[in-house]
């Protein structure tokens, strides 16, 4: 436990450092991002950025603010304990006071868009959400609120983390479902309802700092349907990202049925998400281009530092060159991921640190400069 209290911390401190740049740029209320065409914009004006993935971020706010409290269901045994809302507020102090001191300090400009997984499934009982972990992602889109921070919130894993669509079939079983494989997922109307059921608490839940229902709330830049979305059936994720109804490529049996299934629910949860939030950005083609995920493992074999910062080099300068022209879709690039000290339980061999991996450090923010600049003269230019 302390170790993730540390870990949050310092990572808090260090992602301060981040802000500096967007201090003015917080003081007013955000506008929503929108789209124009192959661009993102914000107030008409080209919206281009740099950031990162810390897809853990919300559950370790979480076990900060329930120091102490032991969770049967996480921990494999133990009692449970509820945490008055005041010893919660109470532990939140500390955090805001992280951030505050370290918007004093050398900063590491630019970094304005962040994504991770907003709310942990991994229950026993359908929707019950643990109370510190809701309020734990209240507090962090509050500070994100703060400092002009951008996030894109992937409603559900792909994966058995943090629940996941796994979970969702799981529920389903339990409640006398007859279901064959987790890709019933997309085809099962029990399971089905579940995920609509979870969208719209998520949609229309008030921050209990901010007072703004997260639908409302433009820190959230858009929503991610899920993770990762894919089906057994293909591993390879084609069932997914291809574009026709071509299935030349596909060469399992029932592919064509998987992908048939897999993009009749993408249309489908979009189309339920829109009818709650007519304002976040959530479409399924057409769409202007963010490379969400990039990373360069350590346990790679060959790897060295200076061959992830060469890679992370050669992918930020595709984003750049693609963002700067007036025919490219790009508008950033989120790398996975940036942890910080003391969380070694979550490294996964992509970790950035950024106190440690001071060359990586360096790339990352002669990017942030990079699309700070260029968001100000695109800008600019349509004035």
């Known amino acids: 436990m302390a170790s993730f209290v540390v870990g949050l911390r310092r990572f808090l401190g260090a992602l301060a450092l981040m802000l500096l740049a967007h201090q003015a740029a917080a003081a007013e209320r955000p506008a929503f991002v929108g789209e124009s065409g192959s661009k993102l914009v914000v107030n008409g004006s080209p919206f281009v950025f740099n950031g990162f993935n810390a897809y853990w971020l919300m559950n370790v706010a979480s076990e900060d603010q329930d120091e102490g409290l032991q969770d049967p269901e996480r921990r494999g045994g133990g009692r449970a304990h509820r945490v008055p809302n005041v010893g919660v507020q109470r532990r939140r102090q500390p955090l805001a006071a992280v951030v505050a001191g370290g918007l004093q300090r050398e900063s590491l400009p630019g970094a304005s868009c962040l994504r991770f997984l907003p709310v942990s499934q991994r229950r026993r009982q359908a929707f019950v959400w643990r109370p510190q972990s ?85 820190t959230i830049m858009t929503w991610d349907l899920m993770n990762e979305p894919r089906c057994q059936v293909d591993r390879t ?138 968001k100000n003269r695109l800008s600019g230019s349509h004035h």
């Open 237 to 374: 994720g084609q069932t997914v990202t291809v574009r026709t109804l071509s299935l030349a490529s596909i060469t399992a049996g029932n592919a064509a049925a998987a992908f048939i299934s897999v993009n009749a629910w993408v249309k489908e949860m979009a189309a339920y998400t829109k009818s709650i939030d007519s304002k976040h950005l959530l479409q399924v083609i057409g769409k202007p281009l963010v490379f969400e995920e990039f990373g360069k493992s350590k346990t790679t074999p060959g790897y060295s530092q200076k061959v992830r910062d060469d890679f992370f080099s050669f992918v930020y300068g595709v984003i750049y060159s693609d963002a700067e022209s007036s025919g490219g879709s790009f508008s950033g690039g989120l790398l996975w991921q940036i942890m910080g000290d003391g969380m070694d339980s979550y490294y996964d061999g992509f970790a950035i640190v950024l106190s440690r991996d001071s060359t990586t450090r360096a790339v990352i923010k002669n990017q942030s400069d990079a699309m700070a600049a260029l």
């Open 134 to 218: 809701i309020l734990g992602l209240d507090f962090v889109v509050s500070e994100a609120r703060n400092h002009g921070i951008r996030l894109v919130l992937s409603l559900i894993n792909n994966f058995k983390d943090y629940g996941g669509r796994t979970q969702y079939v799981q529920w389903a079983r339990d409640a006398g479902e007859s279901i064959q494989t987790d890709d019933d997922f997309y085809t099962n109307a029990k399971v089905k309802q579940y995920y609509k059921n979870h969208v719209l608490k998520v949609l229309t839940r008030v921050n209990t700092i901010t007072k703004v229902a997260y639908k409302d709330d433009p």
